[in-house]
């Protein structure tokens, strides 16, 4: 297949755009940029359900020989330094349970409702994440996976 990537340039003019964009939205209105991000995380999980939903689907179709551990495992390393890697990437990716903290004082009630927001939506979201990555192991194989720079987009 014909591959053509987009010049450096125009993806980094178009990033900075959007974050001035971005910014404007938030300096001008905050409940119109708590909109925004409302939209994206829903636009987000939606993708993630679809992508679990596939997933699901190729399993049924009984093409689950991705999963089996010998598969999963391959190649794989015991090495400490790599292990607490990973670690801290799965941490850096759920990131969102840090910023709670940042919002408190916007809160109505936040004694009670910020740990309603984090017991909540932190098991939510480590199960949807969880069920996705089952759903890219179920389709790609291991090498496919690490081969790829976006694993959704191979997917």
């Not at 993708?47 to 794989?76: F, P």
């Not at 990973?86 to 349970?97: D, E, I, N, Q, V």
């Not at 984090?118 to 790609?140: G, W």
Request: with cysteine; hydrophobic share 50%.
């Amino acid at each position: 297949p014909l591959e053509c990537a987009p010049p450096a340039d125009a993806v980094r003019i178009i990033a900075a755009m959007l974050i001035c964009l971005l910014t404007a939205v938030n300096c001008q209105n905050v409940k119109m940029a708590a909109k925004v991000q409302e939209v994206f995380s829903i636009t987000k999980v939606l993708a993630l359900v679809l992508i679990i939903i596939a997933g699901l689907i190729h399993m049924i179709g009984g093409n689950a020989q991705n999963l089996s551990l010998e598969n999963m495992m391959q190649d794989t390393t015991t090495s400490p330094g790599r292990i607490a890697l990973s670690f801290y990437s799965g941490l850096f990716s759920y990131a969102g349970w840090n910023s709670l903290n940042f919002v408190t004082e916007e809160l109505k009630e936040p004694n009670k409702n910020l740990p309603r927001a984090i017991y909540i939506s932190l098991p939510m979201i480590t199960f949807i994440y969880v069920l996705a990555n089952i759903a890219y192991f179920a389709v790609l194989s291991p090498t496919e996976l690490l081969s790829s720079s976006a694993v959704a987009v191979t997917f």
